[in-house]
């Protein structure tokens, strides 16, 4: 565990259920490691010169979405989380492929937040079961929480109850970057609703 308090970020535990998922998927790729990167002013060739094992393989920018709350029950959270996906444009057939999984893997509604929930408690009890405490800002009462780490930053574990997944309109499938290298690439929603349960 790290010195750092512990942080609320669905889709951290969300892009690691996808990278264990899919990375074994690809015949003769043991060392396939889907790697995410959060969004921001992004240059697609310098984000592949600093990671050169992900040139070759699909990689993901996403950001993250808080949307509007339309029930009265304030505590079960939804959100979305817009995933873009890249490979390099001679390699369409694993960029096709990469998108079937996901929808395979996180359209099924509870089903999908049941083995995601799984999943996520299985990592969490190898880690050793570890957990905070965290004073409630809107209470004032101190409450606990489970934690997992993912490389060196610990999470709140939520617990996640429905997903849907869906395209825009404005999904490009070629995307040229002004360089010399052209890139495929697809636009991806994810729903999701959400909570954090108080540790039992």
């Known amino acids: 565990m790290t010195d750092t308090l512990p942080i609320s970020h669905p889709p951290t535990i969300i892009n690691e259920y996808l990278k264990d998922k899919i990375g074994g998927y690809f015949a003769g790729s043991d060392d396939y490691d ?9 240059n697609i060739d310098d984000l592949t010169e600093s990671f050169p094992d992900a040139v070759d393989n699909v990689f993901v920018v996403y950001d ?7 029930e009265a029950f304030p505590h079960i959270k939804q959100e979305q989380v817009l995933y873009y ?21 996180m359209d099924r509604g509870d089903e ?7 999943w996520v408690r299985q990592k969490w009890i190898t880690q050793g079961k570890n957990t905070t405490t965290k004073r409630n800002i809107v209470t004032g009462a101190d409450e606990t929480f489970d934690v997992i780490s993912f490389y060196t930053d610990d999470f709140l574990l ?3 109850h429905e997903f849907k997944i869906f395209q825009l309109e404005e999904a490009r499938d070629i995307i040229d970057f002004g360089t010399a290298r052209t890139w495929a690439g697809n636009k991806m929603i994810i729903n999701y609703d959400w909570h954090h349960p108080a540790s039992k």
């Open 158 to 160: 939520p617990y996640f």
């Open 64 to 70: 993250r979405m808080f949307r509007l709350r339309r």
């Open 112 to 118: 999908t937040a049941q083995e995601l929930n799984e």
């Open 34 to 42: 889907l790697k995410f990167f959060p969004t921001g002013p992004t």
């Open 85 to 105: 996906f890249y490979k390099k444009a001679n390699g369409m057939k694993e960029l096709i492929e990469t998108i079937q999984l996901v929808q395979e893997l």
